[in-house]
């Protein structure tokens, strides 16, 4: 699990890399900027709970950095698709709540392929993992007497 655990830490890596320099060029649009410093954006009030929301949001990704070097295989795979499944559906949800800006687009693709590609890499695993457990455990040992 250590080189798959490895290679899925590096695509959340990336896949937080995106969501976070998606925000700083949402701050560079002055009119989006704006609205932060109004504390509106979209019709949208950056509340306290907002902001915690968010905040909790973009953990999932950044703790998965970790746990997927850290837990066991299964709960890994489990964890990692269940968290790729997730970041994939908020992120296509994201680009139907307003006309997305061509660059909010453009780092959501990258970041849907991203997460979708580490829930098809936990999926292949995981199925792999379950198929091989079944297959072994129907063939009959020929090493016992």
Known sequence: MERIGSKLST????????????DVV????????RGFIAGNVGGMTLSQGFLLAAGALVEVPMAMVVLSRWLPERAARSANLGAALFMTA???????????APYYVFFSTIEIATTALIAWISWRGYAASAFAARFLSSVPNSLET
């Open 11 to 22: 695509l959340w890596v990336f896949a937080t890399l995106n969501y976070l320099y998606c």
């Open 26 to 33: 949402t701050l560079m649009d002055p009119g989006l900027l």
């Open 90 to 100: 908020v992120q296509t949800a994201s680009l139907f709540a307003k006309a997305p």
